[in-house]
């Protein structure tokens, strides 16, 4: 994989995994406004994450499923699943099955990359 800044440099992609709320969530349809059309094709994103010397024995890996989990409780909508109703409307099912979670790893270092982040 080649940066904007023409690093190279290999990534390791684990499994993907759903992470579902850290406690159970109610199911129900939330409705969408008509202006959500873009909805309906998945964006990828990719998060990076400074490692904190404070969490030095710890897995980040672990924290961060452990963080989104107990986040999805509160923002359980997430952990659903978009739906498409008579006359293209999109809902949202909140079904509580989960966010898709894929762990990662590169032979590069987030300061080798600059300011290009």
Do not use: W
């Not at 023409?6 to 993907?16: A, E």
């Not at 129900?28 to 904190?52: G, H, T, V, W, Y």
């Not at 949202?92 to 979670?101: I, M, N, R, S, Y």
């Not at 987030?110 to 982040?117: A, E, R, T, V």
Request: include cysteine; charged fraction near 25%; hydrophobic fraction near 40%.
């Amino acid at each position: 994989m080649a940066s904007p800044n023409g690093l190279t440099f290999k990534v390791l992609r684990q499994n993907l995994e759903l992470i579902p709320p850290a406690e159970p969530t109610s199911h129900e349809f939330k409705l969408l406004s008509n202006d959500q059309e873009r909805l309906r094709f998945q964006l990828p994103a990719i998060q990076f994450f400074r490692k904190n010397p404070a969490m030095d024995r710890k897995d980040p890996v672990k924290v961060i499923r452990d963080a989104l989990a107990k986040a999805l409780v509160s923002y359980y909508p997430f952990a659903g699943r978009l739906r498409e109703t008579a006359g293209r409307k999109l809902v949202v099912e909140c079904t509580g099955k989960g966010a898709l979670f894929i762990e990662a790893d590169a032979d590069v270092m987030l300061q080798q990359f600059g300011d290009s982040l």
